[in-house]
């Protein structure tokens, strides 16, 4: 996988983790009649899951340029153990005294700390060369 290549898969991975996270944004508020919309908002959405679906495709094309393919099964796993470390941050945040029903803030926030692995790890078979299996 070259650069330009891999750096299409991050932000395609990103575009849909962002519409994907924006729209569970909308459902979640609507569904629960919360506005957490100071904290957690499209922009902080989209920045999250540029930085993210980026930092996965360089680490593909490093293994890609590095001849370390076999390593691809241990760099989801990777991704997978720091998206469920990331949402420890989630829990210990803590929301500002006047926040309407703070306890639906963590089901908000949490899932979404899975978009940018899911929606990279969706793509990738689209991306994939033939000759890289």
């Avoid at 919360?34 to 499209?42: A, C, G, R, Y």
């Avoid at 001849?67 to 997978?80: C, D, Q, S, T, V």
């Avoid at 420890?88 to 949490?110: D, N, Q, R, T």
Wanted: one cysteine or more; hydrophobic letters at 55%.
């Amino acid at each position: 996988m070259n650069w330009k290549k891999g750096l299409l898969l991050g932000l395609t991975s990103a575009t849909l983790s962002a519409i994907a996270g924006s729209l569970y944004n909308q459902v979640y508020s609507k569904a629960f009649a919360v506005d957490f919309s100071t904290i957690l908002n499209w922009q902080g959405i989209t920045m999250a899951s540029l930085i993210g679906c980026i930092l996965m495709s360089v680490a593909y094309i490093l293994l890609f340029k590095w001849n370390k393919e076999k390593f691809l099964g241990w760099a989801n796993i990777l991704f997978a153990i720091l998206s469920f470390a990331s949402i420890i941050g989630v829990l210990s945040f803590k929301l500002p005294l006047e926040m309407e029903s703070p306890e639906l803030f963590p089901g908000l926030a949490i899932p979404m700390h899975f978009f940018p692995a899911l929606s990279f790890l969706t793509v990738y078979p689209f991306f994939k060369n033939k000759s890289n299996n």
